[in-house]
């Protein structure tokens, strides 16, 4: 089964550009979809397709994918954007869902 | 705008079945997938599996043994029954709609509505 790798915690100045980056090797063959989660809340739907953003998600979100590596960027960090964050995908040898770990994302 | 509802017992015992519905509301279960996610306390997300409405299942392959998902569209519900459960299987579980599309002779999914789950504790 295919795995996802996620930094666990990453950290931003407030208005600076912060990347999240998911790292498997079923991203060389299908797209990631990325999922903002903050306490206490289910988690939300921030981009899909790997670039592609949801009606509602601000465009200071954006999305991308280089060979194994996904990447989701928060250009101009808001207080509001601290959360968990987790990449998504699909197992290389089924249809089943995987997920990466998650990303603690702190906005300083 | 589709709402996703979990219901069900928030305490099950151990060795019994845990037995969750999700009910769609404000819009169809056709030609949609539909999934159960789940989130033990303080770590991450793990897909549970879904289910087609149709019927057609897929499951997480380290659960395949013991979890069963259903759909009844007449009812615009989904189902989960997951047996012979232990503390491990204490989270938050979610239901989420699973929708799909083909690219690069490939097909693709995300989860684009979710509910705001049930937590469940598996505790005597």
């Known amino acids: 089964s295919s795995e996802l790798t996620q930094d666990p915690t990453v950290s931003v100045a407030l208005g600076q550009t912060v990347r999240i980056t998911c790292q498997g090797d079923?991203?060389?063959?299908?797209?990631t979809s990325w999922y903002q989660q903050k306490p206490g809340e289910a988690p939300v739907l921030v981009m899909y397709?790997?670039?592609n953003r949801p009606s509602g998600i601000p465009d200071r979100f954006s999305g991308s994918s280089s060979g194994s590596i996904a990447s989701l960027t928060i250009t101009g960090a808001q207080a509001e954007d601290e959360a968990d964050y987790y990449c998504n995908s699909r197992d290389s040898d089924n249809d089943h869902s995987v997920f990466g770990g998650g990303t603690k994302l702190t906005v300083l | 705008q589709v709402q996703l509802q979990e219901s069900g017992p928030g305490q099950v015992n151990p060795s019994e079945t845990l037995s969750l519905t999700c009910t769609v509301s404000?819009?169809?279960?056709?030609?949609?997938?539909w999934s159960w996610i789940r989130q033990p306390p303080g770590k991450g997300l793990e897909s549970i599996g879904y289910v087609y409405y149709t019927g057609t299942t897929n499951y997480n392959p380290s659960l395949q043994s013991r979890v069963a998902i259903s759909v009844d569209t007449s009812k615009n519900q989904v189902s989960l029954e997951l047996t012979s459960v232990t503390a491990a299987d204490t989270a938050v579980y979610y239901c989420?709609?699973?929708?799909?599309?083909?690219?690069?002779?490939?097909?693709?999914?995300?989860?684009?509505?979710w509910g705001k789950g049930n937590m469940v504790t598996v505790s005597s």
């Open positions: 989420a709609r699973r929708a799909y599309f083909y690219a690069s002779g490939r097909g693709h999914h995300y989860m684009d509505v």
């Open positions: 404000g819009g169809s279960m056709i030609a949609y997938y």
């Open positions: 397709g790997t670039n």
């Open positions: 079923t991203l060389r063959s299908y797209y």
